[in-house]
Each structure stands twice: as structure tokens, then as C-alpha cells.
């Protein structure tokens, strides 16, 4: 070994090894700049790498059979051990190949008829993604304007939406793609966590009426790129830009999908030529979600049917947002007359809309007593419109929490939840189904499991008395403290429930005060008179108050314990059309009728 090595560095091949991987790293470190650069695509870059790799070798036989001499270029004439280097030469060589197709399908795609892409199997490994899926990351903004990037995750949310309608194919929620926003993360890696199989990513650069388009396609399963596409097109072409790149992921997924053996599957139609009021809608969009200003949104959705009166999807919008405005304290227009107009509008323009039809339940929640039939027709409506439409779910879950059908809430909250992994509301208000239906272990399993990262404000109040209940005082306060009520006000509520049958003096004048004292109501979080009232002992308050956003679930409350079947509760559900309903079409399990006028709950 001592003298192979020695006849090595005879030869120079030592220097000339390290010289050559040393120089091919800087090419390739160069390469990696330069290939995206001019758009090439994704398999250019592994094999210029190859050819690099299959060179070490020619390069080490080289130096080790020529000789550079001040005559030039010669043969060395010791060829002993010529035989040995040779056969490392070859199996380095081996090694190359065997590195570029780590990881690769046994056959390549472009070898495969189009109908069978995707059928090379991945080892079997735990927490394996779904066959047919795929998550939608937010697209890069590469514009000089960082004011853009609601344009770009408007893209992605536009692609993800158009994707969701291919037969076959799971797509992971926009909550849980846009979480990696920013991400530092591969796209395997990203997979794994969302248990996907397929991620499409890219990036948006946009320049006054010119927009370029980059989108790729990658089978994070075996680490390869399917598909990769660069558009630049006039903003004009946006819709067209959609339907192409969307066609061209099912042609690449063909394989997969069984019902999409033609392509193209997928449509999207152009529902505005104003392409004002599309980016517009894009930023009002975008603004809605994150719940910004909603006054503001409500403005700008507004402008968007002013730029363009036929555009459905602008009057959605506007009818979403002025449907939840006035729960977020937005009192400078009148949002319910405004959604109800929206959603006309809309469903006029686009009938197979699903929103408006959400929309149009929560507005029947104005007028008492409730049209609960109504709310859960036009709730049916939407989700058959849209059977991915999370919201709509988590609205019925809730209207069946309200009318005590706690089994139905949870299988409409789980359904919600299972599109939308990370819907926290709907997470809170199947806790709540839970503690309501009486299964209070799971109860506060889940409800702790937002607590802890940090999600605690909405149906909070529910929980207090509760864990008051279990003994778990130091817990209670601190949720106390959560809605930071006045400190009158929970020393009241802290004598009460430490000593139930002692009535609180003036407690009446107490709650009253708090309720409409706009500086001590807002200070008592999402508490209603109904709680108040309820907490204080003051049943028949409860059945009279008229404070109608969370009352009929206050009516389901098992704490104080004696409030169940009070003349209190009675009344607040006759009030609230819930008996109703019951009388129509039947009462909840845990309820029954007691003659023509009165029923009982267990």
C-alpha cells in the first residue's frame, strides 16, 4: 500500500485529484447561480454534476498513465500497477453513476408512456403521505415592490383553489400550506409534515402589466422535479397562466389519478377582465383572512364591484366580510343589510358560488326568534357547493351546538377540522361540544391543547365555572384573568361559586353596570349578560336578557348545575326559537316534550 502510494505521488494523480475536485466544486457551486438564471430546467443541473463525476476518474487514469514533460505529453513507462488503478477508476466511476440515480425511479419519466409517470413505488415507511396529494406553498414575490406579496400568495391561493376541484387529488388547506411561509424548510421535509406526496412551488414577479410566472413540481417522495414551467405573459393572461400550469399538474400526476386520464381536466374560467379589480380583490382577500382592518376590507371590496359589477367572486367577498364585521366591533355602516345585498348579488352572478349561502345563514341570526331551519338549509347549500368549505362546516357545527345536537356539532366540527388541520375556532368549539354534551375529559384535553399555544380567548368563558368545579381553582382565576374582567366584578363571581346558595347583593345592578359601561364590557372579553346573569345566580335575568351573539350556548352551560331545566333556561330557548325547532323536528337526545308547552333536559 506504502508503495502504490508513493507511485502515486510520483505521478502527480494526488495533486491532480484534489486540484479537479476542488475546481469542479466551483463550477458547480456557479452552476447552481447560473442554471435558474436562464431557466434551465431542473434535470440540466444533476446531469452537468454527472459529467463532472464521470470525469474524476478519466482525470485520475490520466495523470496516472501520461507524464508532462518539456516535450509535451507522454506515456509514463512504468505500467506496473497500471491494472489496479484502472479497476479503481472504474468503480469510482460506478460510484457517479450510482450517486445521480440515488433516490431516482427505476425507470425515468420521460421513458414512461404519460399514463404511467408516478408509478414507481417509495419504500414502505411510517406516517407514509396519501398516493394523491399535494400542497400548494406560497409562491416566492420576486417584484422590486415587497407591497406585491399579496399578489403572489393571492397566485397560490388561486392555484390551490382551482386544484382542489380535480377528482382524486388531496390538497393540503391553505392553513396548513401557508404556515411554512418563509420556512427555511426542503420541500421533503415539508412533505413529511403535511403528509403529502407532490409540492408545487414557485415565484411571482410582477412589473406594471407584465408578470412572470415561475412553477415547479416536485415528487417530494422521490426527491425529483415532475414539472417545471416559466410564464411571462401580460396580467391579462393570469386566468389562462392558472389553467395551464393547473392542466399541466394533472398531465404530470396522470398516473396517479385515476379519473385523470385526459387532460385537460381542469377549467378556469375568467370571471373579470378588470384586472384593477382583480388585484384588488387579491389585497381584499388577503386582508380578510388575516381579519386586517375589516372596516378598511369591507371599503375595498366595495371598489372591487365599483371596477367591476359582474364579478362574483367581489361580491362574495363583500357579503364574507360585512357578515362578520359587526362580532369583530365594527359598527361605521350597516354590515347585515350590506351582506345580505352582497350575497343576492353574488349568487345571482354565479349561483354555484358556496359562501354567499354561509352568508345568507348568519344573517337569519338577526331576528328572533332564529330561523334555525333556514341557517341549516343554506348551510346545506354551501357545503354542497363547496364540499372543502371549512367555514360553512365550523357555522353548522355551531347552529347545531345552539339547538343542543352536541353529536351532529362534533361530526360537522371534525369534518371542518380535517379540511383545515389548524382551524383553531373550530378546535375551541368542538372542545366546547364536547364539555356541553358532557364528556368533559375530552373536553379539556382538547381546550387544553389551544391553551397552550396560546389560542385561548373565544370560549373561554365556558370553561371557568368548570374547572372551578373540578378543583382546579388556581386554573379557573387564571382563566378569570384571561378575560380580564374588573376585579368588582370577580370577586362577585368567586363568592358566588364558592358559596352557591349565598345570593350576591345587587348582583342584577352588577352585571347590568359591567354590560353597558363600554370601557368595563370591553374589558370582560367575549363575556355576555347571559354569563354574567348565569354566574350570579340571576336564572330568570338569563331568560330575559337579549344579548344574542353566544346565548342559546349559554342555555346548554351544566354550571351552576341548578340552572339546568330552570325557568331561566326555558325561556331563553323558546325565546331564541330553539323549542321551536325541537317542536318541528325533533328534540336532541338529552331533551324531551313534556306535554304541548313543556319539556325536560337531562
Known amino acids: 500500500m506504502a508503495a502504490l502510494f508513493a507511485e502515486l505521488k510520483r505521478r502527480n494523480v494526488v495533486k491532480v485529484g484534489a486540484a479537479y475536485l476542488l475546481v469542479a466544486w466551483l463550477v458547480v457551486q456557479a452552476a447552481s447561480i447560473g442554471f435558474p438564471a436562464f431557466d434551465a430546467p431542473p434535470w440540466a443541473l444533476r446531469v452537468f454534476i454527472l459529467v463532472l463525476l464521470l470525469g474524476f476518474p478519466i482525470a485520475i487514469v490520466m495523470a496516472w498513465m501520461f507524464d508532462v514533460t518539456p516535450e509535451g505529453l507522454k506515456r509514463d513507462v512504468a505500467p506496473a500497477g497500471n491494472k489496479r488503478i484502472l479497476i479503481a477508476a472504474g468503480v469510482l466511476a460506478v460510484l457517479a453513476i450510482g450517486w445521480y440515480f440515488r433516490g431516482q425511479p427505476t425507470v425515468r419519466v420521460a421513458d414512461v408512456p404519460a399514463g404511467e409517470v408516478g408509478a414507481a413505488k417509495p419504500a414502505t415507511q411510517p406516517d407514509a403521505p396519501l398516493q394523491k396529494s399535494i400542497a400548494v406553498l406560497p409562491f416566492v414575490n420576486m417584484s422590486s415592490d415587497p407591497g406585491n406579496q399579496f399578489f403572489s400568495d393571492g397566485i397560490s391561493e388561486e392555484l390551490?383553489?382551482?386544484?382542489?376541484?380535480?377528482?382524486?387529488?388531496?390538497?393540503?388547506?391553505?392553513?396548513?400550506?401557508?404556515?411554512?411561509?418563509?420556512?427555511?424548510?426542503?420541500?421533503?421535509?415539508?412533505?413529511?409534515?403535511?403528509?403529502?406526496?407532490?409540492?408545487?412551488?414557485?415565484?411571482?414577479?410582477?412589473?406594471?402589466?407584465?408578470?412572470?410566472?415561475?412553477?415547479?413540481?416536485?415528487?417530494?417522495v422521490h426527491d425529483r422535479h415532475l414539472w417545471s414551467e416559466t410564464y411571462d405573459r401580460e396580467l391579462t393572461d393570469i386566468f389562462a397562466i392558472q389553467d395551464e400550469i393547473a392542466n399541466a399538474i394533472v398531465a404530470a400526476l396522470r398516473g396517479s389519478l385515476t379519473t385523470a386520464k385526459a387532460a385537460p381536466t381542469v377549467k378556469v374560467r375568467a370571471d373579470t377582465e378588470n384586472m384593477q379589480a382583480y388585484e384588488l380583490y387579491l389585497k381584499a382577500r388577503e386582508n380578510f383572512i388575516a381579519r386586517r382592518d375589516?372596516?378598511?376590507?369591507?371599503?375595498?371590496?366595495?371598489?372591487?364591484?365599483?371596477?367591476?359589477?359582474?364579478?362574483a367572486r367581489g361580491w362574495e367577498g363583500l357579503a364574507a366580510v360585512s357578515s362578520v364585521a359587526p362580532s369583530w366591533g365594527q359598527t361605521d355602516r350597516d354590515y347585515f343589510a350590506l351582506s345580505q345585498q352582497a350575497a343576492d348579488r353574488a349568487l345571482e352572478l354565479d349561483p354555484s358560488l358556496s359562501m354567499p349561502w354561509a352568508v345568507k345563514s348568519q344573517i337569519l341570526m338577526n331576528s328572533w326568534p332564529i330561523d334555525f331551519s333556514g341557517q341549516l338549509s343554506s348551510l346545506d347549500k354551501a357545503i354542497a357547493a363547496d364540499p372543502r368549505n371549512a367555514t360553512a362546516m365550523l357555522w353548522r357545527g355551531i347552529v347545531w351546538i345552539r339547538l343542543g345536537f352536541f353529536d351532529r356539532a362534533i361530526a360537522d366540527l371534525d369534518r371542518s377540522i380535517s379540511v383545515e388541520p389548524n382551524y383553531h375556532n373550530a378546535i375551541r368549539h368542538k372542545a366546547l361540544a364536547l364539555l356541553l354534551a358532557g364528556k368533559e375529559d375530552e373536553a379539556f384535553a382538547l381546550y387544553e391543547t389551544g391553551f397552550e399555544k396560546g389560542f385561548v380567548y373565544s370560549r373561554t368563558e365556558n370553561f371557568i365555572a368548570p374547572m372551578l368545579a373540578r378543583g382546579r381553582r388556581a386554573e379557573g382565576l387564571l382563566l378569570m384573568g384571561v378575560t380580564t374582567m374588573a376585579p368588582e366584578l370577580r370577586e362577585a363571581l368567586v363568592s358566588k361559586f364558592d358559596h352557591p346558595a349565598t345570593p350576591i347583593a345587587n348582583a342584577r345592578a352588577l352585571a347590568m353596570r359591567h354590560a353597558q359601561d363600554p370601557e368595563l364590557n370591553s374589558s370582560t372579553g367575549s363575556l355576555t349578560l347571559s354569563h354574567l346573569y348565569l354566574w350570579l345566580g340571576e336564572y330568570d335575568a338569563v331568560g330575559t336578557s337579549d344579548d344574542r351573539v353566544t346565548t342559546t350556548i349559554v342555555a346548554w352551560d351544566r354550571y351552576p348545575p341548578t340552572f339546568r331545566n330552570s325557568p331561566g333556561m326555558k325561556m331563553k330557548l323558546e325565546k331564541m326559537g330553539v323549542v321551536a325547532y325541537w317542536r318541528a323536528k325533533g328534540f336532541p337526545p338529552q331533551c324531551r316534550p313534556l306535554g304541548a308547552k313543556d319539556f325536560t333536559c337531562d
Open 294 to 311: 375589516l372596516s378598511e376590507t369591507t371599503g375595498m371590496f366595495q371598489r372591487v364591484v365599483e371596477l367591476d359589477p359582474k364579478f
Open 160 to 220: 390551490l383553489n382551482v386544484l382542489v376541484r380535480v377528482p382524486d387529488l388531496g390538497v393540503a388547506s391553505r392553513t396548513s400550506s401557508f404556515a411554512y411561509k418563509g420556512k427555511e424548510m426542503g420541500a421533503a421535509e415539508i412533505a413529511r409534515e403535511l403528509k403529502v406526496s407532490y409540492i408545487l412551488e414557485g415565484s411571482v414577479r410582477k412589473a406594471g402589466d407584465k408578470v412572470r410566472i415561475t412553477a415547479q413540481l416536485i415528487d417530494a
